[in-house]
């Protein structure tokens, strides 16, 4: 099983709202590393969902229940979705600020690629998280 992190700001898709539609297509990634990152994620791999921009925090953890497809927003094939459902929302909100000053996160793909909205996370990264967020 491999380990994600997500981000999305949440005045445009937030953990509330994913919580309440009960599962989301994650479309509209458009670079290519974000996409291939995409590509590679397999059904039952877990996601931290981060809010980015207002917050900075991962709020929750959510799980693949649909491999990569076409991104049906979009003509153009380079372009994929998962489908992803919410698995449960964190105890305590895990901020950015907490993540930059655990020694254990230091290399965390958030912090070395803060642009980039869908990064692999080494296990342990995500049990961590989950730790801090209990």
Known sequence: MNHWLVKSEPYKYSW?????????????????????NLRDMKSGDLVLFYHSNEGKC??????????FYQDPTTDDKNWVVVELVPVETLKNAVTLEKIKADEYLKD????????????AIKPYEFDRIIELGS
């Open 108 to 119: 965390i793909g958030l912090v070395k690629q803060g642009r980039l909205s869908v990064v």
């Open 58 to 67: 991962v709020v929750g953890i959510a799980k693949v229940s649909k491999e």
């Open 16 to 36: 509330e709202k994913f919580i309440k539609e009960g599962q989301t297509l994650w479309d509209g990634v458009r670079n290519f590393q974000a996409r291939n």
